[in-house]
C-alpha cells in the first residue's frame, strides 16, 4: 500500500508535520503539531514544568524538566530549568518498568516543548516504536533489502513499511541521513535503522580527531564483520560534527536521539582494536566529543536494564539520571551505590520498590526528582513486527568517491505541476544514452550514463534574467549538484544525482542490530 493509498487520518495527515511531509503543503492554520495529536490520541496529560519547583516536604525540583527541556538560555525556558542547551541522559530500566512507554512519552514532551527533531534507534529484533508509527518517519539504508514479518497471528501478507508508518525516506550515508533530516519538519518523530555498509562513518570519526587510533568498520557481506550497533558512533558524529547548529529558520538545530539497548553500542567489557571491532576506540571518541555534542545542539538518551552494561568512560560525560520503577528494584541509596557522576547527591531514602510501573527518578549531581509518566497501553491496532536488512554477500562497496552515481533518484527543480524548470532528463537507446537537457529557448546537455556527469555541450540559460554558473557541477562526498543562477544574487539546485556509496542487490547476507 502507498502513501497515497493510505486512508485519510486527521491525527497523522492533518498536521503540521504530516501536512509538510506527507503533501508538500502548508497547513492550515488550526491544524495542530503532531506531539499534541499524539497526546490526544493516548491521552498523555501535557507536562507541567513549573510543578517540579521545588517545594519542603516533597520528592520534586527542576532536575526533571531540566533533562527534558532544551533552551538556549535558562530565561528562555520555565524557571524550573536551569541547565539550558542539549545533556546526555542515562535511564536505567529494569524489566517490567515501562521503558518503551517512558520514552515514548519523553520524546513526545521534547517533541512539543523544543520544537526538535527526535530519532529513535530502528532495531531488527524489535518493533517498540509501533505505539508512534502512525507518525513516523521510517529511514532506511539505500541499497539494501528490507524483509519485513508480523511476529504475531494475524491475516495478512507481510508488512512493508511505507503499510506500517507515515513515510519511509532513505540515505546514502551518515552525512546524507544527517542533511536529510535538517530539512526535515521540526517535531518529528523519526526511526532511523542502520546502514550494514557503515558508509561515511569512518570519515566521521575521523572528524572527531580523537586521541585515540581511528576505528575501522567492515561491511556485514565480509568476515568477521563490524556490529551493526556501531554505525551509530558514526552517525552521533556526523551529526555533531557536519550538522546544522542553527536551522534556516534562525532557530536552535535541536535534536534528541533515544538508544534503546545501549549496552550493545557501549558495554562496560568493551575491548579494542581489529579484535574487539575497536568498540573501546569509538566509546572513548565519543567520551572526548560529548562537550561538542552538546554544543551541536545533539542530545542523547541511553536506554539499559543496568548501569553495569554501559561503558563508565562514556557515562561519566552524562548530565542526568533516570531510574524507572517495577515494583521491585529499589533507587540506590548510597554512594557507593550511585553512578559515579552522581555519588554526591543526598539520596539516602527507597522511594521506587514500593511504587507501581509508571514512577520514574530523575537527577544530577546536586538535585532529584520523582515523576510519573502515563500507562499508554499496549498498541493492539499495530501488532508486533520485524524489519530485516540484508545485503549481497559477494558485493564489494566502495566507501570512496569513485562509485558512480545513483540516476535512479535522480531530481530535478519542478514547478508546482511537477514539471521541470531549467533542465529535463532524456533517455534513448536503451539506456545508451541518458542525459539532462536544458529547456528550451535556452541550449546545453549534460551526459549523465557514466560515473560522474559530463558537459557534453555549454549550458545556456533557458530564462533572459538568469544563468548557469561557469562550473555549473558541484560534487561532493553524497551528490553531484548541477547549479543555476536565477538571478545575480542567488544560486539554486537545478538537479541533484546522488552519488553511490554502496551496491543493491538482493537478501543474501542479514545485518544484525
Known sequence: ????????????????????????????EYWRPDAKEIRRRFNIPEFDAEAFYPREGAALSGVYPDFLIHVESAS????????????????????????????DQFATYQMEHNDERIVRNGRQKSSDWRRLADWTTLWLPSGVEVDGRWMEGVDASDPTPEELCRAVRYYSDVFE???????????????????????????????????????????KNEPDPTPASHWWFGFLAARTFDGLRVDNDGERNWMTVHIDEFGMIAPEAASGGETGHWTYECVRTMANISKEM??????????????????????KEFDFWVELSNN??????????????????????DLLSK?????????????????????LGYPHDTPEFQFRLGIPASAAPTTDDDGGMIVEDLQVATDDDEQ?????????????????????????????????????????SPYSDGAFPASPIQATQRRYDIMFKPDANAEIVAARIPRRTGPAGTVEVEADD
Open 76 to 103: 528562555d525556558g520555565p524557571s524550573t530549568v536551569t541547565s539550558p542547551g542539549a545533556s546526555l541522559t542515562m535511564v536505567e530500566a529494569p524489566k517490567g518498568s515501562g521503558k518503551s512507554t517512558a520514552a
Open 355 to 375: 511504587r507501581p510501573k509508571g514512577f520514574g527518578l530523575c537527577y544530577n549531581e546536586n538535585r532529584f526528582s520523582e515523576f510519573q509518566f502515563s500507562d
Open 294 to 315: 552538546r554544543s551541536a545542539g545533539l542530545s542523547l538518551i541511553g536506554y539499559a536494564h543496568h548501569e553495569e552494561d554501559v561503558h563508565n568512560h562514556w557515562l
Open 328 to 349: 521491585e528494584r529499589g533507587n540506590r541509596t548510597t554512594k557507593a551505590e550511585a553512578p559515579k557522576p552522581f555519588r554526591d547527591i543526598e539520596q539516602d531514602q
Open 1 to 28: 500500500m502507498s502513501k497515497d493509498e493510505r486512508k485519510p487520518d486527521a491525527y497523522t495527515d492533518q498536521t503540521q508535520q504530516g501536512a509538510e511531509i506527507l503533501h508538500d503543503m502548508t497547513p492550515e
Open 420 to 460: 521541470p524548470t531549467i533542465l529535463k532528463e532524456y533517455r534513448a537507446a536503451n539506456g545508451a544514452v541518458h542525459e539532462l537537457r536544458v529547456l528550451a529557448p535556452g541550449r546545453g546537455i549534460i551526459d549523465i550514463s557514466d560515473d560522474e556527469p559530463e558537459i557534453l555541450e555549454p549550458l545556456s
Open 177 to 219: 541521513l544527517v542533511e536529510q533530516l535538517q530539512d526535515h519538519p521540526k517535531g518529528t518523530y523519526n526511526v532511523v535503522f542502520p546502514d550494514p555498509y557503515f558508509r561515511g562513518c569512518s570519515n566521521a570519526l575521523a572528524t572527531a580527531d580523537a586521541t585515540v587510533k581511528q576505528p575501522e568498520f567492515k561491511p
